[in-house]
Nanobody
Framework: QAQLVESGGGLVQAGDSLRLSCAASGRTFSTYHMAWFRQAPGKEREFVGGITVAGNTEYYSDSVKGRFTISRDNAKNTVYLQMKSLKPEDTAVYYC????????????????WGQGTQVTVSA
């Protein structure tokens, strides 16, 4: 089973860009669909976007569509989340997750999770 480690979070200003990375250990990364979720204080964890095993299809939540882009490099066992035009409401802990069955928003289908990385967007 893969293990996931996120990085790249930080404190930015509204309108800035940030790229998160999620590095996976093990040889099975290329067999998992991958996704990013986020969780703001006091709120449930929510789906941000997902990408298929081959990286040829992506799916985003309406709140980030057009601003965030997911990509993956299977040779590097890494998935990325490029975030642009950040807003204060994007402030959250961002998690990457892996699934054998989906790249959509059903959180119960994801069984491998990273520890999260904090993104804070100031107004």
């Amino acid at each position: 089973q893969a293990q996931l480690v996120e990085s790249g979070g930080g404190l930015v200003q509204a309108g800035d860009s940030l790229r998160l990375s999620c590095a996976a250990s093990g040889r099975t990364f290329s067999t998992y669909h991958m996704a990013w979720f986020r969780q703001a204080p006091g709120k449930e964890r929510e789906f941000v976007g997902g990408i298929t095993v081959a990286g040829n299809t992506e799916y985003y939540s309406d709140s980030v569509k057009g601003r965030f882009t997911i990509s993956r490099d299977n040779a590097k066992n890494t998935v990325y989340l490029q975030m642009k035009s950040l807003k204060p409401e994007d402030t959250a802990v961002y998690y990457c997750a892996a699934s054998r069955t989906t790249f959509g928003m059903n959180i119960n289908e994801y069984h491998v999770w990273g520890q999260g990385t904090q993104v804070t967007v100031s107004a």
